[in-house]
């Protein structure tokens, strides 16, 4: 017999509060594996007495669900956003500058919380008690408001970031390393918002300076 997937509850903020630790937060990121763009964090501590309904991983919502629940999120919950742009993740690599900027989004919540759960293997160097929790999006309710409000977060940028950058398509793929965000690097080159350290990034930077040299020597 196949079960049903529960999906994420309050279980494990309601034991926390049970032994003593209030608030309890929740956090989670967006975009650690587009080729532009920056990563988003972001921090939730739910009202116990008001959980909205319906929360999940952010992968596993449709993007109009994401949408209401981000409102639903933001109405009763108290929330914190970080951004770690390309820079410092060309700088530090992708896996520092994330955790840098879950940890800078639960430091930026209106009231510091004793207890958070993090998306993943890795801790926080936090002042409070800090547990990790593989799929914690998938399992942990505050760890999914946290993944929907980062996701949301982050595709508005990305949407914008088209605005700005029609020939890249950033409203579509979202920076992510698709077919078409392929063609516009290989056609225009990386942007201020790519990450250089990422190889395709770097290849097609290297590639389009190449071409432009030829073309140069081409016509001397």
């Given at each position: 017999?196949?079960?049903?997937?529960?999906?994420?509850?309050?279980?494990?903020?309601?034991?926390?509060?049970?032994?003593?630790?209030?608030?309890?937060?929740?956090?989670?990121?967006?975009?650690?594996?587009?080729?532009?763009?920056?990563?988003?964090?972001?921090?939730?501590?739910?009202?116990?007495?008001?959980?909205?309904?319906?929360l999940d991983d952010s992968k596993a919502l449709r993007a109009d669900k994401r949408e209401?629940?981000?409102?639903?999120?933001?109405?009763?919950?108290?929330?914190?956003?970080?951004?770690?742009?390309?820079?410092?993740?060309?700088?530090?690599?992708?896996?520092?500058?994330s955790l840098w900027a879950l940890a800078r989004a639960v430091r930026a919540l209106p009231?510091?919380?004793?207890?958070?759960?993090?998306?993943?293997?890795?801790?926080?160097?936090?002042?409070?008690?800090?547990?990790?929790?593989?799929?914690?999006?998938?399992?942990?309710?505050?760890?999914?408001?946290?993944?929907?409000?980062?996701?949301v977060t982050r595709d508005r940028m990305m949407m914008q970031l088209g605005l700005a950058?029609?020939?890249?398509?950033?409203?579509?793929?979202?920076?992510?390393?698709?077919?078409?965000?392929?063609?516009?690097?290989?056609?225009?080159?990386?942007?201020?918002?790519?990450?250089?350290?990422?190889?395709?990034?770097?290849?097609?930077?290297?590639?389009?300076?190449?071409?432009?040299?030829?073309?140069?020597?081409?016509?001397?």
């Amino acid at each position: 017999m196949i079960l049903a997937r529960r999906g994420p509850t309050f279980a494990r903020e309601a034991n926390a509060y049970r032994r003593g630790f209030a608030p309890v937060a929740g956090c989670d990121e967006a975009g650690r594996g587009p080729l532009a763009g920056p990563v988003v964090a972001a921090a939730v501590i739910l009202d116990p007495l008001n959980v909205p309904k319906g929360l999940d991983d952010s992968k596993a919502l449709r993007a109009d669900k994401r949408e209401i629940l981000f409102s639903e999120i933001c109405a009763t919950a108290e929330v914190a956003v970080a951004v770690a742009p390309p820079s410092r993740i060309d700088r530090d690599n992708i896996l520092r500058a994330s955790l840098w900027a879950l940890a800078r989004a639960v430091r930026a919540l209106p009231r510091a919380p004793q207890f958070v759960f993090v998306d993943g293997r890795h801790t926080l160097p936090l002042q409070c008690e800090v547990e990790a929790v593989i799929g914690g999006d998938g399992i942990v309710a505050s760890v999914a408001a946290a993944s929907i409000v980062a996701k949301v977060t982050r595709d508005r940028m990305m949407m914008q970031l088209g605005l700005a950058f029609p020939d890249y398509g950033f409203e579509s793929h979202k920076g992510y390393g698709t077919a078409l965000h392929s063609r516009c690097l290989q056609m225009h080159g990386p942007t201020v918002h790519h990450r250089n350290s990422f190889a395709p990034v770097r290849n097609a930077a290297e590639a389009r300076a190449r071409a432009v040299y030829e073309t140069a020597q081409a016509s001397a």
